[in-house]
């Protein structure tokens, strides 16, 4: 040991490579210590809203624009996953569904806000993506749906309906799917499976 005597523990123990100690009783050496480079955090890419991954809530609330124009306000109100029962009992004709598929049946409200009229059963449309991304489209089977938002009569700026739209869907996974709503043929927004 080097420099041991009354002050010895309070020094700085230094290890070599040779396996000796030394203990100095001195003020320690302040020796300019590097300082970490601060790492910025990732900032979160915030995903987009209504994609497949990020579906909206049932519940939202979109505004679809024409040309320019906003001419809907469509909310998916409600789904029934499996209104199988609803879809058979609306008419004795509506065929049962084959063995792994059920019917789901999705409520829409919608405003008119564009110029003149509007047809809500042609403009807005329902299908629905499944868990392992094949699309079933509201056309894919004609059946008689309860208050149908197709069918129903064109409606004025600042008029708004109620209605329905039944797809015919796969049993297994369907809440691991996602519905997709069009308006006047753009772009589908996505919304959550329930």
Not at 18 to 34: E, N, R, Y
Not at 66 to 88: F, K, M, P, Q, Y
Not at 137 to 147: A, G, L, R, Y
Request: charge should be negative; avoid cysteine.
């Amino acid at each position: 040991m080097i420099g041991g005597g009354v002050g010895a523990a309070a020094g700085v123990t230094i290890a070599s490579s040779q396996g000796q100690t030394a203990t100095s009783t001195s003020s320690p050496v302040k020796t300019p210590v590097a300082s970490p480079t601060p790492t910025k955090s990732p900032t979160p890419v915030a995903q987009e809203e209504g994609t497949r991954t990020n579906p909206f809530a049932i519940g939202t609330t979109l505004t679809a624009s024409s040309n320019g124009r906003e001419n809907w306000t469509v909310t998916v109100s409600s789904v029934s996953l499996n209104a199988t029962d609803v879809i058979l009992a609306e008419n004795p004709y509506n065929d049962v569904p084959p063995e792994g598929m059920q019917y789901g049946l999705v409520s829409i409200d919608a405003t008119y806000t564009g110029v003149d009229a509007g047809d809500p059963g042609n403009a807005i449309r329902m299908s629905f993506v499944s868990a392992e991304g094949r699309t079933y489209d509201e056309f894919d089977v004609s059946v008689v749906t309860p208050n149908a938002l197709f069918g129903q009569n064109e409606i004025y700026a600042g008029t708004s309906t109620t209605g329905n739209i039944a797809v015919l869907i796969p049993s297994t996974n369907a809440e691991q799917g996602v519905w997709a709503l069009s308006v006047d043929f753009g772009d589908p927004a996505f919304f959550a499976a329930q």
